[in-house]
């Protein structure tokens, strides 16, 4: 079993950047893909980026490309999403899962973390 933790949020201007970290607790931890997904009051949940068991592989979202970077380290069972020149529409909270097989699908994941709210005023 894996726990997720997820700290890092807050409130910050467009153009601004931040930092979200995952911890998780576990000895599989390095078998799992770890993704984020972001949700707005009102929307579904939406893929962000996710990360390979390796952190060879990583994975992004059209909106996001090129702004977030998604990173891992296994020896600390810590996942990172930097966050560059963020805009108003990344507000949402902020969700880290683990999964072992699709990575774009929010239902294939098995298990989540509490959310870490992200707000960007214009």
């Known amino acids: 079993q894996v726990q997720l933790v997820e700290s890092g949020g807050g409130l910050v201007q467009a153009g601004d950047s931040l930092r979200l970290s995952c911890a998780a607790s576990?000895?599989?931890?390095?078998?799992?893909?770890i993704g984020w997904f972001r949700q707005a009051p009102g929307t579904e949940r939406e893929f962000v980026a996710a990360?390979?068991?390796?952190?060879?592989?990583?994975y992004y979202a059209d909106s996001v490309k090129g702004r977030f970077t998604i990173s891992r380290d296994n020896t600390k069972n810590m996942v990172y999403l930097q966050m560059n020149n963020l805009k108003p529409e990344d507000t949402a909270g902020y969700y880290c899962?683990?999964?072992?097989?699709?990575?774009?699908?929010?239902?294939?994941?098995?298990?989540w973390g509490q959310g870490a709210q992200v707000t960007v005023s214009s």
């Open positions: 899962g683990a999964t072992l097989s699709s990575v774009r699908i929010g239902a294939h994941y098995v298990y």
């Open positions: 576990g000895r599989t931890f390095s078998t799992y893909i």
């Open positions: 990360i390979s068991r390796s952190g060879g592989m990583s």
